[in-house]
């Protein structure tokens, strides 16, 4: 089945936006349109608009990562969502790290005193290698997957509903890592901190 | 005298800005092209956030109130803005003795023989500076915007609107202090596509926003903060290390704490030009009168500890924003405990670069509310403001876990919907617990309130009732609810916590009384002892990993004081083993330096 080329106009979120209707869309035109169109339609101005204001910002919610963008383009069709192959391992490793951090970070801010801390000082640096490692691993998926992406631009519009579907999957799989990752790799600095209050 | 003012008709007339601080509340209108701060009738722009209840006279504001405090400690209120929205349970609500309800309810203040709410004493703060616009201006003020904390939550934020509403005063909009700090920097200095941070640490809470000006619009890309951390929090560690030192501990009288608190608070105030000051208190107990030296170092050393919660605050900012440090062009710093030096040092060890403080640390705040009339009067074109909820919206599901529907750091107003069905064939209600708040379980957030679900009765799984949560320009929620068969709709009251009768908050006055004092220190000695269990088996571990690294002396020191918490642990009372648990911490600390670099280095 290849991906329909356009949407009725009002409430097509590229329409709202003025973009074209592709796979990668021009960030920065993204932000300028979103600024304009917004302080445009804010409920404070004269001519506001509050639905309209609404539209424009999840509009432009879902046209900042692809893993949305990529759904908006396959239209109404739904499948079955698979980790990718080629994340399993990923998958797992990630998993894990981010286990071991959420147990010695809970353990930490539990522990009542700068010494109880500090014993567990070198459990919170192990688990920070290993956040970062798995970071890096992420990223490098990330880059195949945005290669993917642009090869899937390039084609545009001879694409298919099913591989819209299943780029747009990965990349939901790969922000919801990075974001947890992010996350648990936040929670850590508060060593840099304790150190910081014994200099 | 206000009813000789011209009035204009229905929803018109001047927009004040109002600053509503913790310790100092400002207000002022735009005028001929310039934000203009009005000075109150002692000639300061600066109207203290005191209010005085005496028997028999009206409530009193300001610098005058302030000079009764020492009068009539126990009829005066300071720092009420803590308490705006809070319940009786809340932890904010620790330390306070004036407070009355009982658990779960909102909080009450009993002032001398009356007993007002946190709304009533703000409304008093902002009649007086309703006078002061109407004096300088000469016409009825009757609509305003009041800033916020951009840290408080739907129920603080409702309190402050009530608050206006009680003054009279219909508030245009409520809008976040430092939002309307940058707005009084930006709308002259910021170049396009610039990003700052506002770091603003007032008198009682803590802000840290991200923003960034993009073709004409200023938006708010991220805040952080704490509602209950400011100058008062150092003031109290200040007031606390006096008591201590001039062993006034077990003092109770309240004039004698009001005397040392303002007394340190001035202090502080001239630490922050000085390197020592004297503090006099003549005749503080009896015959007895003090004088005794601080210096900017002894200062720093007991504030830094509640500068330095700030940090994980500002970084959990630019997390949100997703930004570095390096990204940003300013630091802009507001909020008059930005004085203190020790603050302006951390700032810029963070950040990475000086701060700027280009703007008045009491004045920045009022000036942004004041241009945000402005905008909305139409008088001024430059820029729209885009602000984002502080907190997470969510709803409570089974299994206790908070389901986050907003997340925080959304675009203000905004709205999201979801759609619920009955469980049981027939159902005809449904309770929804609304929270607000980071944590994953429902508990730890705040609770908003409760809403029911009304069904139209059908097989299992059939009702569906879909519920739509905004948050409105001001950051405040409101629900609708709509019955998708029926296609009925209807915003829907959050049912917030029950008013109690009068009778009833006479028995709880008496009730809290009694075991206040009971209460928190059986409280304060179990989580002692928790502390205690835990530390002895720790200080042997640190000392085993330690082994031949550090002298036979510390040894013996760290040794000693274990011993001295085994014993007080022994006797169970609590002062004896906070002390002896302090003393293990500091014997401890060249302990647990070591085991850092330890851990860091190899």
């Known amino acids: 089945m290849m991906a329909p080329t356009h949407r009725d106009g009002k409430s097509d979120p590229f329409a709202l936006l003025e973009l074209p209707r592709r796979p990668i869309v021009d960030l920065d035109l993204l932000d300028k349109n979103f600024s304009r169109l917004a302080a445009t339609y804010h409920p404070d101005q004269q001519n506001g608009e509050a639905m309209m204001f609404q539209k424009i910002q999840e509009a432009t919610r879902l046209l900042r990562h692809p893993a949305k963008r990529l759904r908006l383009l396959a239209g109404e069709a739904t499948m079955a969502n698979n980790i990718p192959a080629a994340a399993k391992d990923l998958f797992s490793s990630i998993g894990g790290a981010l286990q071991r951090a959420t147990e010695v970070t809970t353990k930490y801010h539990a522990a009542s005193g700068p010494l109880l801390k500090a014993l567990l000082i070198k459990d919170l640096l192990a688990v920070r290698e290993e956040l970062i490692a798995a970071q890096e691993s992420l990223d490098q998926w990330l880059s195949s997957l945005d290669q993917e992406l642009q090869e899937m631009n390039l084609r545009w519009p001879q694409v298919s509903v099913e591989e819209l579907l299943s780029l747009s999957y990965a990349f939901l799989l790969e922000q919801r890592w990075d974001h947890q990752l992010r996350e648990a790799l936040f929670q850590t600095t508060m060593i840099d901190h304790f150190s910081k209050n014994h200099e | ?602």
């Open chain 2, 1 to 602: 005298m206000n009813k000789e003012l011209p009035t204009t008709p229905g929803c018109q007339g001047p927009i004040v800005g109002i600053d509503l601080g913790t310790t100092h509340s400002l207000v002022g209108y735009y005028d001929s092209g310039f934000p203009i701060l009005f000075s109150n009738e002692e000639g300061s722009r600066l109207t203290p956030s005191v209010v005085s209840y005496l028997e028999g006279s009206l409530p009193c504001v300001g610098k005058a109130a302030v000079r009764q405090q020492l009068l009539y400690p126990e009829e005066t209120i300071t720092s009420v803005k803590h308490l705006m929205g809070r319940r009786i349970s809340d932890p904010e609500c620790v330390g306070w003795d004036q407070l009355i309800g009982s658990r779960g309810e909102p909080v009450k203040i009993k002032l001398g023989q009356r007993i007002v709410t946190p709304e009533e004493v703000s409304s008093e703060i902002l009649k007086e500076l309703k006078k002061t616009a109407e004096a300088r201006l000469g016409v009825l003020v009757q609509r305003a915007i009041i800033t916020v904390p951009a840290y408080f939550n739907d129920a603080q934020r409702q309190a402050t609107r009530r608050a206006g509403e009680i003054a009279g005063l219909i508030v245009e909009r409520i809008i976040s202090e430092p939002t309307a700090a940058a707005l009084a920097y930006g709308l002259d200095k910021l170049q396009d596509h610039s990003k700052i941070a506002v770091y603003d640490f007032g008198g009682g809470t803590f802000d840290l926003s991200v923003l960034k000006l993009d073709h004409g619009l200023f938006q708010v890309l991220s805040t952080c903060g704490d509602t209950n951390l400011g100058g008062d929090t150092i003031d109290q560690a200040l007031t606390d290390f006096l008591l201590t030192k001039l062993k006034l501990e077990n003092s109770r009288d309240s004039k004698i704490l009001m005397r040392l608190r303002q007394a340190g608070r001035r202090a502080k105030e001239e630490l922050s030009f000085a390197q020592e000051t004297t503090i006099h208190l003549p005749f503080i107990e009896g015959n007895r009168s003090i004088e005794i030296t601080l210096t900017r170092v002894e200062l720093e050393k007991i504030a830094l500890p509640v500068i330095e919660r700030t940090r994980a605050l500002c970084l959990r900012s630019l997390a949100d924003a997703n930004l570095n440090v390096e990204d940003l062009d300013e630091v802009i710093l507001v909020g008059g405990s930005t004085r203190i030096p020790a603050i302006r040092a951390l700032v810029e060890e963070l950040f990475k670069k000086p701060p700027n403080l280009t703007q008045h640390p009491d004045e920045a705040v009022a000036l942004g509310a004041v241009l945000q009339g402005a905008l909305l009067e139409g008088n001024l074109h430059a820029v729209t403001l885009l602000d984002v909820t502080p907190l997470s919206l969510g709803i409570e599901t089974f299994g206790g876990l908070m389901n986050v529907i907003i997340p925080r750091n959304t675009t203000i107003p905004t709205k999201a919907g979801e759609l619920f069905t009955n469980a049981v064939a027939g159902q005809e209600k449904m309770k929804i617990t609304l929270l607000q708040g980071e944590r994953e379980r429902a508990q730890h957030n705040w609770k908003l309130g409760e809403l029911e679900l009304p069904f139209t009765p059908a097989p299992k799984g059939q009702a569906r009732v879909g519920v739509q949560f905004s948050l409105d320009v001001n950051g405040l929620l409101q629900v609708l609810v709509r019955d998708v068969i029926s296609g009925k709709e209807k915003m829907v009251e959050i049912s917030h916590a029950v008013d109690v009768s009068d009778e009833a908050v006479e028995a709880m006055i008496a009730e809290s009384l009694e075991h206040a004092f009971e209460d928190r220190d059986a409280r304060l000695f179990v989580e002692a002892q928790l502390q205690a269990v835990e530390m002895l088996p720790a200080v042997e571990k640190a000392l085993q990993e330690l082994d031949g690294l550090i002298s036979p002396e510390t040894v013996d020191t760290v040794r000693t004081c274990a011993t001295h918490v085994s014993q007080a642990l022994e006797r169970g009372a609590l002062a004896p083993l906070k002390k002896a648990l302090l003393e293990l911490d500091e014997a401890t600390q060249t302990v647990a330096t070591l085991l850092i670099e330890k851990a860091m280095h190899g």
